[in-house]
């Protein structure tokens, strides 16, 4: 482990262990994108890889990309018939355009929305489409709320520790037709997401996705300070002895103009 995205860090193995909701919900994803043999395929944002092999069994010819070294080592060890790059989706390039773009569960970490769009259009060809779902406005809102109070309350918050963007339907539609998308379809719908481990999981949430906030405190402020978060969350996110997460999610299908 230890790769940082900012200040956030993953550690792969324990990623797919302890959060697989992440690729199982992708999978219907992955019936939007009704990938063909033959299409050549960018999964912006891939992780582990999980969905571009999934992708891949339809025959068609799939390029992972993820700003994690660390994800894109552990893509290539579990799936080394693939192909997978290190890359930041928000400014990464292609000579040869895609059919298509899918993405789960990776947009809302690329903060700078308006590059990301203009480079995912940019690497899908004209009439190639674009699939992709990730959290929208609201998303996480009592975590996001616990930790920016908590760390407020100690001194300790700044507004550039937030590393995530969740977006209305109409802002991200509007991006998108911005730089030359048709947006044929968009939803936005609540997802409350179960987490594994009982009492421990908002623990392996907050250790596994806070970076940007926890990385920088000492190891007793940080205890502190996940403690609190728990706390604070727990009437709204704790039920009958499991964690529920509020997580929101959009969904969209464009396709790239002529
Ligand atoms: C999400 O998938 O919505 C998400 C996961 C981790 C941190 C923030 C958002």
Redesign the pocket.
Same mark, same amino acid.
């Given at each position: 482990m230890t790769i940082q995205h900012g200040q956030q860090q993953w550690d792969a193995r324990n990623y797919d262990r302890s959060?697989p909701f992440?690729s199982a919900f992708g999978q219907e994803v992955v019936q939007w994108l009704n990938p063909q043999a033959g299409e050549r395929i960018i999964d912006w944002g891939c992780g582990t890889g999980d969905l571009s092999a999934r992708i891949a069994e339809s025959g068609a010819k799939v390029h992972g990309i993820d700003f994690s070294q660390e994800m894109i080592r552990e893509a290539m060890t579990k799936y080394p018939h693939l192909s997978f790059e290190h890359a930041d989706g928000q400014h990464w390039s292609t000579d040869l355009p895609a059919d298509a773009i899918f993405s789960n569960?990776a947009l809302?970490?690329m903060k700078d929305a308006p590059s990301t769009v203009r480079a995912m259009a940019k690497a899908v060809r004209p009439g190639g489409r674009l699939v992709a779902e @990730?959290?929208g406005k609201g998303? %996480?809102a009592s %975590?996001s709320m616990a930790l920016e109070d908590v760390m407020t309350a100690k001194g300790w918050y700044e507004a550039s520790m937030n590393?995530?963007y @969740?977006p209305s339907i109409g802002e991200y539609a509007s991006l998108l037709e911005q730089f030359g998308f048709r947006v044929m379809q968009a939803i936005h719908f609540d997802r409350p997401t179960s987490l594994q481990y009982g009492e421990q999981g908002m623990v392996n949430?907050l250790d596994?996705?806070?970076g940007s906030y926890l990385n920088h405190l000492t190891k007793e402020q940080r205890v502190n300070v996940i403690h609190n978060v728990v706390e604070q969350t727990r009437p709204h996110l704790m039920k009958e002895g499991q964690w529920v997460v509020d997580?929101?999610?959009i969904r969209v299908y464009a396709v790239r103009n002529g």
């Open positions: 959060m992440v569960a809302h970490w @990730f959290g998303n %996480i %975590i590393p995530w @969740f949430w596994t996705f806070a997580y929101s999610r």
